[in-house]
Every structure is written in C-alpha cells, then in structure tokens.
C-alpha cells in the first residue's frame, strides 16, 4: 500500500516558481522508486500547470461546478453558526432568531463564490471579526453589486470593500507597501516595529490602521514582535494588479528600491 504525501497551497509555499518546480520535479522522481502517491493543491499558475502538461496527472478542479458551489453552500451554512453563538457578538446576535443569515443569503453567497472557497473564508472573517457588527458587515457584502463574471472579480469586489473600511487610505497603502511587497532576510515576515520605524510612525499606529483588516491579515507574534501576514496569496496578488486593486495598487519597487532588512535592522 503506498503512502501519500499531500502539499497544499504549493503556489503559496515560500521561494521562487523555479523552486516550486523543483520540489514537483523531485517528488515525481520519489514516485519512481518509492511507494508514494502525491497530491498537490494549488491554483492553476503558469508554471506549475506547465510542468504538469509533462507529467502523467490526475486533474481535478473544484471550482465553477454546481457541486463546488454545493460545498460551498453547506460550508457557508454551517459556519455561520460561529458569529451567531459567539459571546464576542452576543449583544448583539442574542435576539436573531436561526437560520441566520437567509437561507437565500447563503446561496447567493455560495453563488458569488464562484466555487472558491477563498471567497467563503474571507467573507466568514470579515463578517466575523471582532468589534464589528455581523449583521452590518454581512448586509455590505450583500450590496457589494454582482455585474460581472471574472475569475475571482467577486473576491476582489469584497477586497476593496474590506480596504475601504480603513479611512487612512494613503497610510495603509505605504504599510501594505512594506508588509507585502518587501524581501525580508531568510523569509521571516516584517514586524510591525519595524514599518514603524521605517515610515516615522508612533508606536501602535500600524496596529491601529489595521485594525479593520483581520479577514485578510494574519496577527501574530513573533519573538515579542507583532507581525502580519495574508492569509492567501491571493491578497497580494490583487494589490499588485492595478486592474483589479483600483485605487488600493501598490507598485512593486524593484530590488534596489525595496527597504531591506538587515540583522533586524531596516534600511531603505
């Protein structure tokens, strides 16, 4: 019986799409001369879906079908039961009789979603998030107008909504700049200390400015710095398409523009 070794999120594994290419590349030849069966969970990229066009695959999508969409439906169904039962919301949720949201709410949800699960999870935060109201927030993704039929055009219509939440826009902007679009030594994401520092910011600022942005963001600390991280690639992404970002793009500096970051030390 062979064993199986699952890497998902390849397209968001750390290093560069010639280093994505070769790990594929070494776990096919594993399969040759082991028992091992890989399943590899990735978005379509170029790179990755050229090396499969020259490998003997199995290719499965779970995006745009009715049985996606179903998934997703039973998903969204089930999760909401988290911002209507939780004691951080229940002020306000207390006299909201089940099923909450609609169950025509939900489906329309799932419809937008496309089939990707992306969609559901950052809607699930945002309306989720603490401080803010559930009903308020799941009502401004429900008026965010559906006229069109792109890839992901429904996930970037609900990335600018998230964004617009914060009034600082050009403040923002410059933190995203650094948090998202840098090259920190070894990997390591950028500490919010340290933007601080870079743009001459007061302690807790950066903080503060993100505060509306935890369906998007990941807070953590890290060797008693807070850092911040996206949960998908796919936020990154949008930021650097003028196209879909609109006034929230960030330009990518090239590398001898990029703040670097040295020792623990910052250097623009």
């Not at 594993?30 to 969970?41: A, K, N």
């Amino acid at each position: 019986m062979p064993f199986l070794v699952v890497v998902d999120g390849l397209d968001e594994c750390r290093g560069t799409h010639h280093d994505q290419s070769m790990l594929l590349s070494h776990l096919v030849a594993l399969t040759q001369s082991l028992p091992l069966r890989v399943l590899i969970t990735s978005r379509p990229e170029p790179h990755v879906k050229l090396f499969f066009d020259k490998t003997t695959h199995i290719y499965i999508s779970f995006y745009g079908g009715l049985k996606a969409r179903e998934d997703i439906y039973l998903h969204l169904r089930e999760s909401f039961d988290e911002p209507h039962d939780s004691e951080r919301h229940a002020a306000i949720m207390h006299d909201v009789p089940k099923p909450w949201p609609s169950d025509a709410e939900v489906r329309l949800l799932a419809e937008r979603s496309d089939g990707y699960f992306i969609y559901a999870s950052t809607v699930l935060k945002y309306i989720d998030e603490e401080y803010f109201s559930p009903i308020k927030r799941l009502q401004e993704v429900l008026e965010i107008s559906p006229n069109g039929s792109e890839v992901f055009e429904e996930l970037d219509k609900l990335y600018r909504q998230i964004l617009s939440t914060c009034p600082k826009t050009e403040f923002l902007l410059r933190i995203l700049e650094i948090l998202l679009f840098t090259d920190p030594v070894a990997g390591q994401t950028v500490a919010a200390e340290i933007v601080e520092a870079v743009l001459n910011f007061s302690p807790g600022e950066v903080s503060a400015t993100l505060r509306g942005l935890h369906s998007v963001l990941k807070f953590g600390k890290y060797r008693d710095l807070l850092h911040f991280t996206p949960f998908h690639a796919s936020f990154r992404d949008f930021l650097s398409d003028p196209s879909r970002a609109g006034k929230y793009f960030i330009q990518a500096h090239s590398e001898e523009r990029q703040v670097r970051f040295v020792r623990g030390a910052a250097v623009v």
